[in-house]
């Protein structure tokens, strides 16, 4: 089976920089994704990471330790339009992506 | 030119009743899934379905089937509809079950039981 954890809630000011955590427990691994969702809205593809270390795609960035069953993605230069959940997906054996239960991202002004 | 398109996007029903949610995909993907959403934001993944093989989540209830009727259609129908069923389902695609995703996403369909 698989295990996900990653924080319900965080709160950050626009402007600043945000580490949302994931860490995971699964039996045989192939990848770890990180997808946005909009509230009342689908789920939007974000980073993919199979190897270990950072993926940059501009504001976003996300990093995995397949050792330590972690992974974060950092967001950068926080926008007002970032508020959203962030979910964290982990691939298995059965390539099927298992998600997290998300983490909701509030941004203030 | 919508990628995963699912209707309908709400859809109202009584308990007992029967319904079915539509999904097609016009990426050219082999796999497709349908996925739950329930109250707490939590996807659980239901089906995943390419054209040799349906893999079902044990905890999905056999009143939930899926249907294909070619590969870019999966068809989510369900039986005696009760009130714990009533969540956002999604459907959504991906290039071959063995290279990765990452998943398109239809943009829901919302399920209120009665």
């Known amino acids: 089976g698989q295990n996900i954890d990653q924080p319900t809630e965080m709160t950050a000011t626009e402007g600043a920089i945000v580490q949302i955590n994931c860490t995971y427990q699964?039996?045989?691994?192939?990848?770890l994704f990180w997808y946005q969702q909009h509230a009342g809205e689908a789920p939007t593809f974000l980073s993919y990471?199979?190897?270990?270390g950072l993926e940059e795609k501009g504001r976003f960035s996300s990093f995995l330790s397949r050792s330590k069953g972690y992974s974060y993605l950092l967001l950068k230069e926080l926008q007002m339009k970032d508020s959203a959940s962030y979910l964290c997906?982990?691939?298995?054996?059965?390539?099927?992506?298992?998600f997290g239960r998300g983490t909701s991202l509030i941004v203030h002004p | 030119d919508t990628a995963v398109s699912q209707t309908p996007k709400y859809l109202v029903t009584q308990m007992g009743n029967d319904k079915s949610i539509k999904c097609e995909q016009n990426?050219?993907?082999?796999?497709m899934y349908w996925y739950k959403q329930d109250s707490k934001k939590f996807l659980k993944i239901m089906f995943s379905y390419n054209n040799k093989e349906l893999i079902i989540n044990e905890t999905v209830p056999n009143r939930f089937s899926p249907k294909s009727p070619d590969k870019a259609h999966l068809n989510l129908h369900i039986n005696s509809l009760e009130l714990g069923d009533s969540a956002v389902y999604f459907c959504a695609s991906s290039p071959r079950d063995r290279e990765g995703p990452p998943l398109h996403f239809g943009n829901g369909t919302r399920l209120t039981v009665t």
């Open positions: 997906a982990v691939t298995g054996g059965s390539y099927i992506p298992t």
């Open positions: 699964t039996s045989g691994f192939n990848g």
């Open positions: 990426l050219g993907h082999d796999t």
């Open positions: 990471n199979v190897l270990d």
